[in-house]
């Protein structure tokens, strides 16, 4: 009973594998990505997702079950399980029941992915004009952000550009 109960949650995690990934962020060692179909509110604030992580030296990828607290900044991760440059999964998933939520520091890929992840809107989710969208951008302004100047969601990328002085714009997210 228990062998056949593990192989269907296992089969369940696998399915991870082929998600509909989404690039958020990057270091020198890891890509980050999330998942926006597995984007769950759970109470006012928090939410669940999958993410991904890419090591860029070798391709292997660990996807993770993380909870994130959008209202303080913070993360845990609750499951994982490691895949190969094929997609199979090597060992087993493992629960991170105990494990606290840790705070994301500005600047950093956690925060990149909380914010990633919090601004994640599933009214856009559907819309094929945002599909392949990343949901954050170099300057660490991300899709869904509410400006600050008017109050609209930023929507419209602007990729990177120099101006005439030779000064370089990041890519960034703005409203209308």
């Known amino acids: 009973m228990i062998k056949p109960l593990f192989s269907l949650i296992l089969a ?4 991870n594998a082929a998600a509909d990934w989404t690039y958020s962020t990057h270091s020198n060692e890891l890509r980050l990505y999330f998942s926006p179909s597995s984007v769950r509110d759970i109470v006012s604030g928090f939410k669940q997702a999958w993410t991904m992580h890419e ?5 292997n990828k660990v996807a993770y079950l993380v ?6 900044g913070s993360a845990k991760v609750s499951k994982g399980v490691t895949y190969d440059l094929q997609g199979n999964t090597i ?6 029941l105990n494990m606290p939520f840790q705070p ?10 909380l914010q990633s992840v919090c601004n994640f809107s599933h009214v856009y989710a559907h819309d094929n004009r945002y599909q392949g969208r990343n949901y954050c951008a170099e300057n660490g ?9 008017n109050g609209l969601l930023k929507t419209n990328y602007v990729n990177g550009y120099y ?5 370089y714009v990041r890519g960034h997210y703005r409203s209308r």
């Open 55 to 59: 090591n860029i030296t070798n391709g």
């Open 67 to 72: 909870e994130y607290d959008c209202l303080n």
């Open 163 to 167: 101006r005439s002085n030779g000064t």
């Open 91 to 96: 060992g087993n998933v493992v629960d991170f």
């Open 12 to 15: 369940c995690f696998s399915c």
């Open 141 to 149: 302004s991300c899709f869904g952000d509410v400006s600050k100047f």
């Open 104 to 113: 994301t520091v500005p600047g950093t890929v956690g925060y990149g992915m």
